[in-house]
């Protein structure tokens, strides 16, 4: 490709019009010195331009390359590289190369839609092990990282990649079905009036240690209430000690899904990080390893002033959202601002401060349907 470029910059427009031949007759020393070349390795390329039908050899008697164009300039007379093979062949070329743009842009937007199903895997995985929901995260774990080997490492056709997106499509809606029925369960819970005995039957249900048969895989780090019996932690967990059975039963039920609805509505920082590429680049160079939000809200502070953010929005923000939810809202605004989305950031922050203080601020909703909407 280098040496058909460089013998075709030897060329005048005139030389490709109707009826004339594009015959280049520059020396090999030029050319070694356009190109790089060796000259084994000038001739080696000259061959195989010929061979496959780009260029022609048109040889003087004397075995010289020369030429002359008239006052036009246009060849009167010339020996050399002959290009009119590319010039015959330029529709060929033309239809070739339109189907290899249709292929780069597929594969491009099959490599987007991928993007964006991993990342609503692994957000709603990470949301259901955090949130201690119960389902075969584990298993959805493995067969994602599965997936995630399978990825190409170079180009690959388009068939490729859409038998992979298909994949990973399939286990999308698998951890999306299993991510909402372990949902309605807990909304179940939280919303069907039961008598005492049926509460402590579903306590025990409940009970995150309990040893399971179904092929259901459960992470928490939360402390059985009802098999604890130190006093020490019956304290902790808001449990009276002389409070009767029933009456714990309430408290520790009541308690758990207080726990619960916490957890599920509870801000989730990997999602913010997959739904904010632009601010976790610039988040990651100013401030390195973000390993938890007081990271996220430190380099937070750093990145306000660059988007026109002032310190005083930034401190209200802060004061009437609480640090944790504001960092997340800055995420988002720093995110729209950066694709074009957002003209005005301080205002924008300024309309979600007061959207939060209504209780109409669903940040939670913002960056899932972020992640969803960036499919192509």
Not at 221 to 234: A, C, D, G, H, Y
Not at 261 to 282: G, H, N, Y
Request: aromatic share 8%; charged share 25%.
């Amino acid at each position: 490709m280098m040496l058909l470029d460089t013998l075709g910059a030897f060329t005048q427009a005139q030389d490709w019009a109707e009826g004339q031949r594009p015959i280049v007759w520059a020396s090999n020393a030029y050319l070694m010195e356009q190109t790089g070349f060796s000259l084994s390795a000038l001739k080696r390329h000259a061959r195989r331009l010929a061979e496959i039908g780009v260029i022609s050899f048109q040889d003087s008697p004397n075995g010289k390359r020369w030429g002359r164009r008239d006052a036009d300039g246009r060849i009167i007379e010339a020996y050399g590289f002959d290009l009119s093979p590319l010039s015959a062949r330029v529709e060929e070329f033309e239809q070739l190369h339109a189907e290899l743009q249709a292929e780069r842009e597929l594969c491009q937007r099959l490599k987007r839609q991928i993007t964006v199903a991993r990342r609503m895997i692994r957000a709603r995985i990470e949301a259901a092990i955090s949130s201690a929901l119960r389902g075969p995260w584990s298993q959805f774990t493995g067969l994602f990282e599965e997936l995630l080997d399978r990825l190409p490492r170079r180009h690959e056709a388009s068939e490729q990649l859409a038998r992979l997106l298909t994949w990973f499509k399939e286990l999308q809606e698998g951890v999306e079905a299993a991510y909402l029925k372990a949902t309605e369960v807990i909304q179940t819970v939280e919303n069907t009036p039961e008598t005492k005995e049926q509460v402590s039957g579903k306590t025990q249900e409940m009970n995150p240690r309990e040893v399971i048969s179904e092929p259901h895989i459960l992470i928490t780090n939360q402390l059985n209430p009802v098999t604890s019996n130190s006093s020490e932690k019956e304290e902790a967990a808001g449990v009276v000690p002389n409070a009767e059975p029933e009456e714990r039963v309430d408290r520790e039920l009541e308690d758990w899904v207080a726990e619960v609805r916490k957890k599920r509505t509870a801000l989730d920082l990997p999602t913010i990080m997959q739904a904010c590429p632009e601010f976790v680049s610039w988040a990651r160079n100013m401030g390195g390893f973000l390993k938890d939000w007081g990271d996220l809200h430190r380099v937070a502070g750093q990145l306000r002033p660059m988007i026109g953010i002032s310190e005083h929005a930034w401190n209200v923000a802060q004061d009437r959202m609480g640090t944790q939810v504001a960092t997340a809202a800055f995420a988002l605004v720093f995110e729209k601002h950066s694709t074009g989305e957002v003209a005005s950031p301080g205002g924008y922050l300024r309309g979600m401060v007061e959207k939060a203080g209504a209780g109409e601020l669903h940040l939670e909703r913002s960056f899932y349907g972020r992640l969803n909407g960036q499919a192509a």
